[in-house]
Protein backbone atom coordinates (compact mmCIF):
# COMPACT_ATOMS: atom_id res chain seq x y z
CA UNK A 1 0.00 0.00 0.00
CA UNK A 2 1.09 3.60 -0.65
CA UNK A 3 0.08 6.49 0.62
CA UNK A 4 -1.33 8.87 -2.11
CA UNK A 5 -3.44 11.44 -0.94
CA UNK A 6 -2.12 14.89 -1.84
CA UNK A 7 0.13 13.19 -4.38
CA UNK A 8 -0.62 14.93 -7.84
CA UNK A 9 -0.15 18.36 -8.94
CA UNK A 10 -3.49 18.93 -10.32
CA UNK A 11 -6.20 17.72 -7.87
CA UNK A 12 -8.86 19.78 -9.40
CA UNK A 13 -12.00 18.68 -11.49
CA UNK A 14 -11.01 19.91 -15.16
CA UNK A 15 -13.81 22.83 -14.65
CA UNK A 16 -11.68 24.40 -11.96
CA UNK A 17 -8.32 23.04 -12.66
CA UNK A 18 -5.81 25.83 -14.09
CA UNK A 19 -2.44 24.99 -16.00
CA UNK A 20 0.55 24.57 -13.52
CA UNK A 21 2.49 27.54 -13.99
CA UNK A 22 5.52 27.92 -12.14
CA UNK A 23 8.66 30.13 -12.48
CA UNK A 24 12.67 29.57 -14.60
CA UNK A 25 14.79 31.71 -13.18
CA UNK A 26 17.69 31.87 -15.53
CA UNK A 27 20.80 32.48 -13.29
CA UNK A 28 22.88 33.28 -16.15
CA UNK A 29 21.54 36.43 -16.88
CA UNK A 30 20.80 37.85 -13.44
CA UNK A 31 22.41 40.65 -12.57
CA UNK A 32 21.90 40.72 -8.90
CA UNK A 33 19.81 44.21 -8.79
CA UNK A 34 17.39 42.38 -6.27
CA UNK A 35 14.88 44.35 -7.96
CA UNK A 36 12.41 40.94 -7.45
CA UNK A 37 13.13 40.79 -3.22
CA UNK A 38 11.97 44.07 -3.04
CA UNK A 39 9.15 43.65 -5.43
CA UNK A 40 8.13 40.50 -3.36
CA UNK A 41 8.56 42.32 0.21
CA UNK A 42 6.33 45.24 -0.78
CA UNK A 43 3.39 43.27 -3.27
CA UNK A 44 3.11 40.83 -0.33
CA UNK A 45 3.81 42.91 2.69
CA UNK A 46 6.26 41.08 3.62
CA UNK A 47 8.26 42.58 7.09
CA UNK A 48 11.70 43.91 7.19
CA UNK A 49 13.99 40.79 8.33
CA UNK A 50 16.77 41.89 10.71
CA UNK A 51 19.27 41.97 8.21
CA UNK A 52 22.80 43.64 8.67
CA UNK A 53 26.10 43.66 6.90
CA UNK A 54 27.17 40.03 6.24
CA UNK A 55 30.26 40.55 4.79
CA UNK A 56 29.45 37.69 2.25
CA UNK A 57 29.57 39.40 -1.02
CA UNK A 58 26.61 41.31 -1.80
CA UNK A 59 24.34 39.12 0.17
CA UNK A 60 22.75 40.31 3.63
CA UNK A 61 19.30 38.25 3.53
CA UNK A 62 21.74 35.44 3.57
CA UNK A 63 18.56 32.62 3.21
CA UNK A 64 15.14 32.02 2.02
CA UNK A 65 13.09 32.40 5.34
CA UNK A 66 9.86 33.58 6.48
CA UNK A 67 10.66 36.79 5.62
CA UNK A 68 12.78 36.25 2.68
CA UNK A 69 10.64 34.75 -0.08
CA UNK A 70 12.54 35.61 -2.87
CA UNK A 71 17.25 35.38 -1.85
CA UNK A 72 19.38 36.50 -4.41
CA UNK A 73 22.86 34.76 -4.00
CA UNK A 74 25.96 36.02 -4.71
CA UNK A 75 29.00 34.00 -5.12
CA UNK A 76 32.29 34.98 -6.03
CA UNK A 77 35.10 32.82 -7.59
CA UNK A 78 38.23 32.68 -9.01
CA UNK A 79 38.96 31.02 -11.78
CA UNK A 80 41.73 30.25 -14.75
CA UNK A 81 41.63 33.06 -17.48
CA UNK A 82 40.53 30.44 -19.83
CA UNK A 83 43.82 30.90 -21.90
CA UNK A 84 44.87 27.55 -21.69
CA UNK A 85 41.41 26.17 -22.20
CA UNK A 86 40.94 26.94 -25.52
CA UNK A 87 44.84 26.14 -26.56
CA UNK A 88 45.66 27.77 -30.53
CA UNK A 89 42.75 30.62 -30.53
CA UNK A 90 44.57 32.23 -27.58
CA UNK A 91 48.49 31.94 -28.31
CA UNK A 92 48.71 35.94 -29.69
CA UNK A 93 46.66 36.68 -26.26
CA UNK A 94 48.61 34.72 -23.16
CA UNK A 95 51.59 36.20 -25.12
CA UNK A 96 49.99 39.76 -24.50
CA UNK A 97 49.44 38.48 -21.05
CA UNK A 98 52.48 37.15 -20.15
CA UNK A 99 53.79 39.97 -21.25
CA UNK A 100 51.43 42.61 -18.92
CA UNK A 101 52.91 39.95 -16.27
CA UNK A 102 56.18 40.60 -16.81
CA UNK A 103 56.06 44.02 -16.89
CA UNK A 104 54.67 44.29 -13.72
CA UNK A 105 51.76 45.60 -14.36
CA UNK A 106 49.26 43.14 -14.25
CA UNK A 107 50.04 39.99 -12.10
CA UNK A 108 48.46 37.37 -14.28
CA UNK A 109 48.34 33.60 -13.43
CA UNK A 110 46.22 30.94 -13.07
CA UNK A 111 43.90 31.91 -10.50
CA UNK A 112 44.16 35.60 -11.73
CA UNK A 113 40.44 35.32 -13.34
CA UNK A 114 36.81 35.50 -11.45
CA UNK A 115 33.63 34.99 -11.93
CA UNK A 116 30.07 35.63 -10.04
CA UNK A 117 27.32 34.05 -9.81
CA UNK A 118 24.07 35.50 -9.23
CA UNK A 119 20.68 33.41 -8.40
CA UNK A 120 17.18 34.83 -6.82
CA UNK A 121 15.71 31.59 -5.42
CA UNK A 122 12.49 30.72 -4.23
CA UNK A 123 10.11 28.48 -2.81
CA UNK A 124 9.64 25.69 -5.84
CA UNK A 125 6.45 24.50 -5.79
CA UNK A 126 7.25 20.91 -5.54
CA UNK A 127 5.55 17.75 -7.63
CA UNK A 128 5.38 16.44 -4.22
CA UNK A 129 5.64 18.98 -1.51
CA UNK A 130 6.77 17.83 1.77
CA UNK A 131 5.59 20.55 3.43
CA UNK A 132 2.28 20.25 2.10
CA UNK A 133 2.18 16.63 2.91
CA UNK A 134 3.20 16.59 6.13
CA UNK A 135 1.15 19.46 7.28
CA UNK A 136 -1.48 18.29 10.12
CA UNK A 137 -4.33 21.15 9.61
CA UNK A 138 -4.35 21.27 5.75
CA UNK A 139 -3.26 25.01 6.09
CA UNK A 140 -0.53 23.88 3.34
CA UNK A 141 -2.84 23.62 0.03
CA UNK A 142 -2.73 22.87 -3.51
CA UNK A 143 -4.22 25.30 -6.03
CA UNK A 144 -5.63 25.41 -8.85
CA UNK A 145 -2.33 26.46 -10.51
CA UNK A 146 -0.42 23.44 -9.15
CA UNK A 147 1.30 26.03 -6.69
CA UNK A 148 1.68 25.57 -2.69
CA UNK A 149 0.51 27.92 -0.28
CA UNK A 150 0.07 28.57 3.24
CA UNK A 151 -3.55 29.45 4.47
CA UNK A 152 -2.64 32.14 7.16
CA UNK A 153 -5.77 31.86 8.77
CA UNK A 154 -5.48 27.93 9.32
CA UNK A 155 -2.18 27.14 10.49
CA UNK A 156 -1.44 26.97 14.39
CA UNK A 157 2.39 27.47 14.01
CA UNK A 158 3.20 23.39 14.50
CA UNK A 159 6.19 23.83 12.68
CA UNK A 160 6.45 20.48 11.06
CA UNK A 161 6.44 22.17 7.38
CA UNK A 162 9.60 23.67 8.16
CA UNK A 163 12.46 20.95 9.10
CA UNK A 164 10.32 18.75 5.96
CA UNK A 165 11.25 20.86 3.18
CA UNK A 166 14.05 19.44 1.73
CA UNK A 167 15.10 22.86 0.55
CA UNK A 168 14.84 24.91 3.89
CA UNK A 169 12.38 27.10 2.42
CA UNK A 170 9.45 27.56 4.58
CA UNK A 171 10.03 28.89 8.21
CA UNK A 172 8.26 30.29 11.15
CA UNK A 173 7.71 33.97 11.42
CA UNK A 174 9.00 34.28 15.62
CA UNK A 175 6.85 36.82 16.62
CA UNK A 176 3.51 35.45 14.90
CA UNK A 177 4.14 31.79 15.59
CA UNK A 178 2.37 30.74 12.18
CA UNK A 179 4.99 29.36 8.76
CA UNK A 180 5.10 31.68 5.31
CA UNK A 181 6.66 31.27 2.18
CA UNK A 182 6.11 32.43 -1.17
CA UNK A 183 2.90 32.03 -2.34
CA UNK A 184 3.33 32.56 -5.88
CA UNK A 185 1.69 35.75 -5.74
CA UNK A 186 -1.68 33.54 -5.89
CA UNK A 187 -3.42 36.81 -5.24
CA UNK A 188 -2.16 37.92 -8.44
CA UNK A 189 -2.42 34.83 -10.43
CA UNK A 190 -6.29 35.02 -9.41
CA UNK A 191 -6.28 38.15 -11.34
CA UNK A 192 -4.40 36.84 -14.23
CA UNK A 193 -1.17 38.84 -13.88
CA UNK A 194 2.33 37.93 -13.26
CA UNK A 195 3.60 37.42 -9.84
CA UNK A 196 5.69 40.68 -8.37
CA UNK A 197 8.95 39.22 -8.61
CA UNK A 198 9.00 38.21 -12.04
CA UNK A 199 7.25 41.48 -13.30
CA UNK A 200 10.12 43.38 -12.05
CA UNK A 201 13.34 41.69 -12.93
CA UNK A 202 14.80 43.46 -15.44
CA UNK A 203 16.69 41.11 -18.00
CA UNK A 204 14.18 38.41 -17.41
CA UNK A 205 16.01 36.20 -15.46
CA UNK A 206 13.07 35.15 -13.67
CA UNK A 207 10.28 34.60 -16.26
CA UNK A 208 6.88 33.12 -15.00
CA UNK A 209 4.58 30.70 -17.05
CA UNK A 210 3.08 27.96 -18.27
CA UNK A 211 5.59 25.13 -16.51
CA UNK A 212 5.51 22.92 -19.66
CA UNK A 213 6.25 25.93 -22.06
CA UNK A 214 9.16 27.16 -19.49
CA UNK A 215 10.91 23.81 -19.65
CA UNK A 216 10.95 23.27 -23.41
CA UNK A 217 12.46 27.08 -23.32
CA UNK A 218 14.79 25.98 -20.22
CA UNK A 219 15.92 23.06 -22.45
CA UNK A 220 16.68 25.09 -25.47
CA UNK A 221 18.82 27.98 -23.20
CA UNK A 222 20.69 25.21 -21.68
CA UNK A 223 21.73 23.97 -24.91
CA UNK A 224 22.96 27.35 -26.20
CA UNK A 225 25.08 28.04 -23.46
CA UNK A 226 26.64 24.75 -23.15
CA UNK A 227 27.33 25.57 -26.98
CA UNK A 228 29.18 28.86 -26.43
CA UNK A 229 31.13 26.92 -23.85
CA UNK A 230 29.67 27.17 -20.61
CA UNK A 231 30.05 23.36 -19.79
CA UNK A 232 28.45 24.00 -16.13
CA UNK A 233 25.22 25.18 -17.14
CA UNK A 234 22.63 23.14 -15.96
CA UNK A 235 19.17 22.72 -15.09
CA UNK A 236 18.11 22.55 -11.44
CA UNK A 237 14.70 21.32 -10.48
CA UNK A 238 13.06 20.65 -14.07
CA UNK A 239 13.10 17.21 -14.46
CA UNK A 240 9.91 15.44 -13.16
CA UNK A 241 12.01 12.41 -12.61
CA UNK A 242 14.04 13.88 -9.71
CA UNK A 243 13.07 13.34 -5.75
CA UNK A 244 10.51 15.64 -5.56
CA UNK A 245 8.56 14.57 -8.75
CA UNK A 246 10.10 17.89 -10.23
CA UNK A 247 9.32 21.35 -8.85
CA UNK A 248 7.08 24.14 -10.71
CA UNK A 249 10.30 26.68 -9.68
CA UNK A 250 13.31 25.64 -11.33
CA UNK A 251 16.71 27.04 -13.02
CA UNK A 252 19.41 27.40 -15.22
CA UNK A 253 22.77 27.22 -12.59
CA UNK A 254 25.95 27.42 -14.11
CA UNK A 255 27.74 26.03 -11.57
CA UNK A 256 26.79 22.06 -9.18
CA UNK A 257 23.55 23.34 -7.21
CA UNK A 258 25.28 23.11 -3.20
CA UNK A 259 27.86 25.81 -4.46
CA UNK A 260 24.17 28.02 -4.37
CA UNK A 261 23.37 26.54 -0.89
CA UNK A 262 20.60 23.98 -2.95
CA UNK A 263 20.83 20.20 -2.06
CA UNK A 264 21.96 18.48 -4.83
CA UNK A 265 19.38 15.53 -4.88
CA UNK A 266 16.25 16.31 -2.76
CA UNK A 267 13.83 13.83 -1.54
CA UNK A 268 10.24 14.02 -0.68
CA UNK A 269 10.65 12.08 2.98
CA UNK A 270 7.05 11.22 2.61
CA UNK A 271 8.08 8.89 -0.25
CA UNK A 272 9.48 6.48 2.69
CA UNK A 273 6.46 6.91 4.96
CA UNK A 274 5.24 3.38 4.36
CA UNK A 275 8.11 1.87 5.03
CA UNK A 276 8.52 3.77 8.12
CA UNK A 277 4.97 3.04 9.29
CA UNK A 278 5.94 -0.56 8.89
CA UNK A 279 9.22 -0.44 10.77
CA UNK A 280 7.08 1.13 13.48
CA UNK A 281 4.57 -1.76 13.88
CA UNK A 282 7.37 -4.22 13.69
CA UNK A 283 8.45 -2.11 16.52
CA UNK A 284 5.66 -1.79 18.18
CA UNK A 285 4.85 -5.70 17.72
CA UNK A 286 8.22 -6.32 19.71
CA UNK A 287 7.53 -3.69 22.35
CA UNK A 288 4.30 -6.28 23.24
CA UNK A 289 7.09 -9.30 22.61
CA UNK A 290 9.11 -7.69 24.89
CA UNK A 291 6.34 -6.91 28.01
CA UNK A 292 4.87 -10.28 27.57
CA UNK A 293 8.91 -11.87 27.47
CA UNK A 294 9.15 -10.28 30.89
CA UNK A 295 5.46 -11.12 32.11
CA UNK A 296 6.77 -14.75 31.56
CA UNK A 297 10.18 -14.77 33.27
CA UNK A 298 8.69 -12.82 36.28
CA UNK A 299 7.00 -14.77 39.43
CA UNK A 300 4.10 -13.83 41.02
CA UNK B 1 31.39 20.48 15.53
CA UNK B 2 34.13 22.67 14.01
CA UNK B 3 32.85 25.72 12.84
CA UNK B 4 34.87 25.99 9.53
CA UNK B 5 33.71 29.63 7.75
CA UNK B 6 33.82 28.41 4.24
CA UNK B 7 33.67 30.38 0.96
CA UNK B 8 31.29 29.50 -1.99
CA UNK B 9 32.53 26.51 -3.96
CA UNK B 10 35.19 27.70 -6.40
CA UNK B 11 35.92 26.42 -9.90
CA UNK B 12 39.00 25.70 -11.38
CA UNK B 13 42.50 23.99 -10.36
CA UNK B 14 41.55 24.56 -6.57
CA UNK B 15 38.60 23.32 -5.13
CA UNK B 16 38.82 25.20 -2.00
CA UNK B 17 35.36 25.18 -1.49
CA UNK B 18 34.63 22.99 1.62
CA UNK B 19 36.82 22.25 3.97
CA UNK B 20 35.33 19.90 6.90
CA UNK B 21 37.08 20.59 9.98
CA UNK B 22 39.87 17.90 10.71
CA UNK B 23 37.40 15.80 13.05
CA UNK B 24 34.75 13.28 10.99
CA UNK B 25 35.79 10.97 8.32
CA UNK B 26 38.32 12.04 5.88
CA UNK B 27 37.28 11.78 2.69
CA UNK B 28 39.74 9.95 0.04
CA UNK B 29 38.93 12.15 -3.06
CA UNK B 30 39.29 15.45 -2.68
CA UNK B 31 37.27 17.25 -5.43
CA UNK B 32 34.02 14.70 -3.94
CA UNK B 33 34.12 17.32 -0.72
CA UNK B 34 30.34 18.76 -0.83
CA UNK B 35 30.56 22.14 -0.83
CA UNK B 36 28.24 25.04 0.36
CA UNK B 37 27.11 28.53 0.56
CA UNK B 38 29.05 30.64 2.81
CA UNK B 39 28.89 27.08 5.00
CA UNK B 40 25.13 27.98 5.42
CA UNK B 41 22.58 25.46 6.20
CA UNK B 42 20.58 23.44 3.58
CA UNK B 43 17.48 22.73 5.48
CA UNK B 44 16.08 24.69 8.21
CA UNK B 45 16.48 23.69 11.43
CA UNK B 46 13.19 22.80 13.33
CA UNK B 47 11.49 25.21 15.29
CA UNK B 48 10.30 23.17 18.04
CA UNK B 49 11.40 23.51 21.48
CA UNK B 50 11.85 21.75 24.97
CA UNK B 51 7.76 20.27 25.15
CA UNK B 52 8.53 18.60 22.38
CA UNK B 53 11.45 15.86 23.42
CA UNK B 54 9.08 15.73 26.95
CA UNK B 55 6.42 14.52 24.64
CA UNK B 56 8.46 11.86 23.11
CA UNK B 57 9.33 10.61 26.71
CA UNK B 58 6.21 10.97 28.25
CA UNK B 59 4.14 9.53 25.33
CA UNK B 60 6.69 6.82 25.08
CA UNK B 61 5.61 6.07 29.11
CA UNK B 62 1.69 6.30 28.43
CA UNK B 63 1.88 3.84 25.35
CA UNK B 64 4.36 1.52 27.14
CA UNK B 65 2.27 1.61 30.72
CA UNK B 66 -0.68 0.77 28.75
CA UNK B 67 0.61 -2.46 27.61
CA UNK B 68 1.87 -3.61 30.80
CA UNK B 69 -1.20 -2.94 31.98
CA UNK B 70 -3.35 -4.54 30.85
CA UNK B 71 -1.00 -8.01 30.67
CA UNK B 72 -0.63 -7.31 34.41
CA UNK B 73 -4.29 -7.56 34.49
CA UNK B 74 -4.92 -10.34 32.81
CA UNK B 75 -1.60 -12.21 34.92
CA UNK B 76 -3.86 -11.24 38.30
CA UNK B 77 -1.53 -8.33 39.26
CA UNK B 78 -4.14 -5.96 40.22
CA UNK B 79 -1.46 -4.04 42.03
CA UNK B 80 0.86 -3.35 39.35
CA UNK B 81 -2.34 -2.90 36.98
CA UNK B 82 -3.58 -0.37 39.57
CA UNK B 83 -0.84 1.71 38.97
CA UNK B 84 0.25 1.60 35.43
CA UNK B 85 -3.03 2.18 34.41
CA UNK B 86 -3.11 5.62 36.05
CA UNK B 87 0.42 6.41 35.12
CA UNK B 88 -0.70 6.01 31.52
CA UNK B 89 -3.63 7.94 31.78
CA UNK B 90 -1.64 10.63 33.67
CA UNK B 91 1.08 10.79 30.64
CA UNK B 92 -1.35 10.88 28.06
CA UNK B 93 -3.43 13.57 30.01
CA UNK B 94 -0.10 16.19 30.20
CA UNK B 95 0.64 15.17 26.54
CA UNK B 96 -2.17 17.46 24.92
CA UNK B 97 -0.73 20.94 27.04
CA UNK B 98 2.75 20.17 25.95
CA UNK B 99 1.46 20.08 22.82
CA UNK B 100 -0.33 22.54 22.47
CA UNK B 101 1.80 25.00 24.14
CA UNK B 102 4.82 24.66 21.52
CA UNK B 103 2.12 25.77 19.11
CA UNK B 104 3.26 29.08 17.21
CA UNK B 105 -0.68 29.60 17.57
CA UNK B 106 -1.59 27.62 20.79
CA UNK B 107 -5.43 28.96 20.63
CA UNK B 108 -5.86 27.33 17.55
CA UNK B 109 -4.82 24.03 18.20
CA UNK B 110 -8.38 22.46 17.36
CA UNK B 111 -7.67 23.21 13.89
CA UNK B 112 -5.74 19.76 14.18
CA UNK B 113 -8.86 17.99 15.22
CA UNK B 114 -10.16 19.40 11.86
CA UNK B 115 -8.25 16.89 9.57
CA UNK B 116 -7.42 13.42 9.26
CA UNK B 117 -4.57 13.63 6.62
CA UNK B 118 -2.31 9.83 5.99
CA UNK B 119 0.71 11.92 4.85
CA UNK B 120 1.03 13.63 8.12
CA UNK B 121 2.33 11.74 11.11
CA UNK B 122 1.25 14.36 13.46
CA UNK B 123 -2.19 14.45 11.94
CA UNK B 124 -1.98 10.78 12.83
CA UNK B 125 -0.61 10.81 15.97
CA UNK B 126 -3.12 13.38 17.32
CA UNK B 127 -5.83 10.91 16.42
CA UNK B 128 -3.84 7.99 18.27
CA UNK B 129 -3.07 10.39 20.97
CA UNK B 130 -6.55 11.16 21.02
CA UNK B 131 -7.63 7.63 20.71
CA UNK B 132 -5.65 6.25 23.53
CA UNK B 133 -6.68 9.19 26.09
CA UNK B 134 -10.21 8.27 25.67
CA UNK B 135 -9.87 4.41 25.82
CA UNK B 136 -7.46 5.17 28.94
CA UNK B 137 -9.99 7.28 30.92
CA UNK B 138 -12.43 4.65 31.22
CA UNK B 139 -9.70 2.07 31.57
CA UNK B 140 -8.24 3.01 34.86
CA UNK B 141 -12.07 4.07 36.17
CA UNK B 142 -12.29 0.90 35.73
CA UNK B 143 -9.12 -1.03 37.27
CA UNK B 144 -9.55 1.76 40.31
CA UNK B 145 -13.26 2.43 40.78
CA UNK B 146 -14.87 -1.06 38.84
CA UNK B 147 -16.94 1.55 36.85
CA UNK B 148 -18.07 0.54 33.33
CA UNK B 149 -18.18 -2.87 34.07
CA UNK B 150 -18.44 -3.71 30.49
CA UNK B 151 -17.21 -1.14 28.31
CA UNK B 152 -13.98 -1.65 30.75
CA UNK B 153 -12.02 -4.59 28.76
CA UNK B 154 -12.66 -2.94 25.62
CA UNK B 155 -11.43 0.18 26.56
CA UNK B 156 -8.14 -1.69 27.81
CA UNK B 157 -7.50 -3.46 24.98
CA UNK B 158 -7.98 -0.92 22.73
CA UNK B 159 -5.61 1.32 25.01
CA UNK B 160 -3.09 -1.43 24.72
CA UNK B 161 -3.39 -1.48 21.15
CA UNK B 162 -2.76 2.20 20.67
CA UNK B 163 -0.09 1.85 23.23
CA UNK B 164 2.71 0.66 21.01
CA UNK B 165 1.52 3.33 18.08
CA UNK B 166 2.13 5.98 20.41
CA UNK B 167 5.43 4.75 21.64
CA UNK B 168 6.96 4.62 18.11
CA UNK B 169 4.65 7.03 15.87
CA UNK B 170 7.07 10.24 17.06
CA UNK B 171 10.07 7.91 15.36
CA UNK B 172 7.96 8.03 12.24
CA UNK B 173 7.30 11.84 12.70
CA UNK B 174 10.71 12.91 13.11
CA UNK B 175 11.99 10.00 10.21
CA UNK B 176 9.47 11.63 7.89
CA UNK B 177 12.06 15.11 7.67
CA UNK B 178 14.58 16.10 5.78
CA UNK B 179 17.04 16.42 8.66
CA UNK B 180 19.91 13.89 7.38
CA UNK B 181 20.16 12.60 11.29
CA UNK B 182 16.58 11.26 11.37
CA UNK B 183 15.36 10.77 8.24
CA UNK B 184 18.91 7.87 7.62
CA UNK B 185 17.63 6.60 11.05
CA UNK B 186 14.06 5.54 9.25
CA UNK B 187 14.77 1.67 10.00
CA UNK B 188 16.51 2.14 13.27
CA UNK B 189 14.88 4.97 14.90
CA UNK B 190 11.07 3.62 16.08
CA UNK B 191 13.11 0.43 17.54
CA UNK B 192 14.76 3.14 19.78
CA UNK B 193 11.80 4.46 20.83
CA UNK B 194 10.06 1.14 21.28
CA UNK B 195 12.71 -0.25 23.60
CA UNK B 196 12.96 3.17 25.34
CA UNK B 197 9.37 3.23 26.64
CA UNK B 198 9.33 0.21 27.51
CA UNK B 199 12.33 0.93 29.90
CA UNK B 200 10.17 3.80 31.03
CA UNK B 201 6.82 1.80 31.50
CA UNK B 202 8.83 -1.25 33.24
CA UNK B 203 10.90 1.73 35.35
CA UNK B 204 7.43 3.20 36.90
CA UNK B 205 6.05 0.31 37.04
CA UNK B 206 9.08 -1.09 39.58
CA UNK B 207 9.16 1.95 41.49
CA UNK B 208 5.55 1.94 42.35
CA UNK B 209 4.11 -1.35 42.71
CA UNK B 210 4.54 -3.33 46.20
CA UNK B 211 7.41 -5.28 46.14
CA UNK B 212 5.54 -8.37 45.92
CA UNK B 213 4.55 -7.54 42.33
CA UNK B 214 7.31 -5.20 41.30
CA UNK B 215 9.24 -7.99 39.51
CA UNK B 216 7.26 -7.75 36.42
CA UNK B 217 7.93 -3.90 36.10
CA UNK B 218 11.62 -4.58 37.25
CA UNK B 219 12.00 -7.37 34.34
CA UNK B 220 10.51 -5.09 31.73
CA UNK B 221 12.91 -1.88 32.68
CA UNK B 222 15.64 -3.88 32.35
CA UNK B 223 14.72 -5.56 28.87
CA UNK B 224 13.77 -2.53 27.78
CA UNK B 225 16.76 -0.93 28.62
CA UNK B 226 19.12 -3.25 27.37
CA UNK B 227 16.95 -3.18 24.23
CA UNK B 228 17.24 1.00 24.00
CA UNK B 229 21.56 0.69 24.63
CA UNK B 230 21.36 -1.81 21.79
CA UNK B 231 19.03 -0.08 19.59
CA UNK B 232 21.01 3.40 19.93
CA UNK B 233 24.00 1.38 19.36
CA UNK B 234 22.86 0.56 15.89
CA UNK B 235 21.64 3.27 14.90
CA UNK B 236 24.49 5.11 15.20
CA UNK B 237 26.71 2.22 13.76
CA UNK B 238 24.55 2.31 10.49
CA UNK B 239 24.33 6.16 10.07
CA UNK B 240 27.95 5.92 9.93
CA UNK B 241 29.60 9.73 9.37
CA UNK B 242 25.91 11.24 10.04
CA UNK B 243 25.97 9.76 13.42
CA UNK B 244 28.38 12.91 13.94
CA UNK B 245 25.97 14.71 15.99
CA UNK B 246 26.12 12.10 18.51
CA UNK B 247 29.37 12.86 19.41
CA UNK B 248 29.68 16.10 19.42
CA UNK B 249 27.96 19.18 21.02
CA UNK B 250 24.79 19.00 23.22
CA UNK B 251 23.49 16.29 21.53
CA UNK B 252 26.82 14.48 22.11
CA UNK B 253 27.07 14.41 25.73
CA UNK B 254 23.25 13.77 26.18
CA UNK B 255 23.69 10.85 24.05
CA UNK B 256 27.05 9.55 26.53
CA UNK B 257 24.65 10.41 29.56
CA UNK B 258 21.73 8.65 28.67
CA UNK B 259 23.70 5.03 27.85
CA UNK B 260 25.28 6.07 31.45
CA UNK B 261 22.27 6.73 32.80
CA UNK B 262 20.26 3.53 31.48
CA UNK B 263 23.04 0.68 31.45
CA UNK B 264 23.66 1.75 35.62
CA UNK B 265 20.13 1.70 36.25
CA UNK B 266 19.70 -1.50 34.45
CA UNK B 267 22.57 -3.24 36.62
CA UNK B 268 21.10 -2.07 39.92
CA UNK B 269 17.81 -3.08 39.23
CA UNK B 270 19.22 -6.49 38.35
CA UNK B 271 22.04 -6.51 41.21
CA UNK B 272 19.99 -5.17 44.37
CA UNK B 273 16.58 -4.49 42.32
CA UNK B 274 14.87 -7.22 44.10
CA UNK B 275 15.69 -7.11 47.64
CA UNK B 276 16.49 -4.22 48.38
CA UNK B 277 13.50 -1.23 48.02
CA UNK B 278 16.41 1.44 47.76
CA UNK B 279 17.87 -0.58 44.83
CA UNK B 280 14.79 -0.46 43.19
CA UNK B 281 13.67 3.15 43.29
CA UNK B 282 17.48 4.22 42.49
CA UNK B 283 17.62 1.42 39.42
CA UNK B 284 14.12 2.67 38.36
CA UNK B 285 14.60 6.70 38.85
CA UNK B 286 18.03 6.15 36.70
CA UNK B 287 16.36 3.81 34.17
CA UNK B 288 13.29 6.50 33.69
CA UNK B 289 16.19 9.30 33.30
CA UNK B 290 17.85 7.46 30.65
CA UNK B 291 15.27 7.21 28.31
CA UNK B 292 13.98 11.07 29.08
CA UNK B 293 17.72 11.97 27.85
CA UNK B 294 17.79 9.70 25.28
CA UNK B 295 15.17 11.47 23.54
CA UNK B 296 16.47 14.88 24.48
CA UNK B 297 19.54 13.39 22.85
CA UNK B 298 17.86 12.58 19.65
CA UNK B 299 15.84 15.80 19.83
CA UNK B 300 19.18 17.75 19.93
CA UNK B 301 21.14 15.49 16.88
CA UNK B 302 18.33 16.41 14.77
CA UNK B 303 19.22 20.46 15.13
CA UNK B 304 22.82 19.95 14.91
CA UNK B 305 22.46 17.98 11.64
CA UNK B 306 20.05 20.38 9.99
CA UNK B 307 22.69 23.44 10.57
CA UNK B 308 25.75 21.27 9.06
CA UNK B 309 25.45 21.76 5.20
CA UNK B 310 27.63 18.60 4.54
CA UNK B 311 25.19 16.41 6.85
CA UNK B 312 22.96 17.21 3.96
CA UNK B 313 24.57 17.37 0.87
CA UNK B 314 27.25 14.49 1.50
CA UNK B 315 25.15 11.66 1.58
CA UNK B 316 23.14 13.42 -1.52
CA UNK B 317 26.35 13.21 -3.31
CA UNK B 318 27.14 9.83 -2.82
CA UNK B 319 23.51 8.97 -4.01
CA UNK B 320 24.01 10.86 -7.41
CA UNK B 321 27.84 9.50 -7.82
CA UNK B 322 26.10 5.54 -7.08
CA UNK B 323 23.13 6.07 -9.48
S1 LIG C 1 10.35 24.01 -1.75
FE1 LIG C 1 9.81 23.43 0.36
S2 LIG C 1 8.28 24.94 0.97
FE2 LIG C 1 8.40 25.02 -1.29
S3 LIG C 1 6.83 23.55 -2.00
FE3 LIG C 1 8.77 22.40 -1.91
S4 LIG C 1 8.70 21.46 0.15
FE4 LIG C 1 7.19 23.12 0.18
S1 LIG D 1 3.28 25.25 10.78
FE1 LIG D 1 1.29 25.72 9.80
S2 LIG D 1 1.63 25.34 7.60
FE2 LIG D 1 3.35 24.37 8.70
S3 LIG D 1 2.71 22.22 9.00
FE3 LIG D 1 2.06 23.35 10.85
S4 LIG D 1 -0.04 24.01 10.46
FE4 LIG D 1 0.84 23.40 8.47
Redesign the pocket.
Known sequence: MQLTLHRSAAPYPPERQRPRVGFFTDTSICIGCKACEVACKEWNNVPADDCGFSGDSYDNTLALGADTWRHVAFIEQRRPLGLREEPGTSLVQEAAAGQLGADGELPVHEDAGFRWLMSSDVCKHCTEAA?LE???????FRTEFGTVV??ED?????????P?CPFGV?D?RKDDG??WKCTLCYDRLRDDMEPACAQACPTKSIQFGELEELRARAERRVEQLRGAGEPGAQLYGADPQNGVGGTGAFFLLLDEPETYGLPPDPVDTTRDLTEIWQTAALAGAMLVAGSVLALIGSRR | MTEVRRGPGQVGASPTGAGKGGRGERRMVEPDRPRSYYGRSVIKEPVWSWEIPTYFFVGGLSGGSAVLALLADVSGRPEVARRAWPVSLASAAVSPALLISDL?RPERFY??LRVAKAT?P?STGTWILTGLSGSNVVATANSLFGWFPRLGPFSKLSAALLGPLLSTYTAVLIADTAVPVWHEARRELPFVFAASSAASAGAAAALLSPRSQAGLGRRLAILGAAGETAASRLMERRLGTLAAPYRTGTAGRLSKLATGMTIAGAGILAVAGRRRPAGRVGGSLLVLAGAATERWSIFKAGFQSARDPQQTVGPQRERLANS
Open positions: CVCPTGSLVQVCNGCGYCIAIQRA | GNMSM
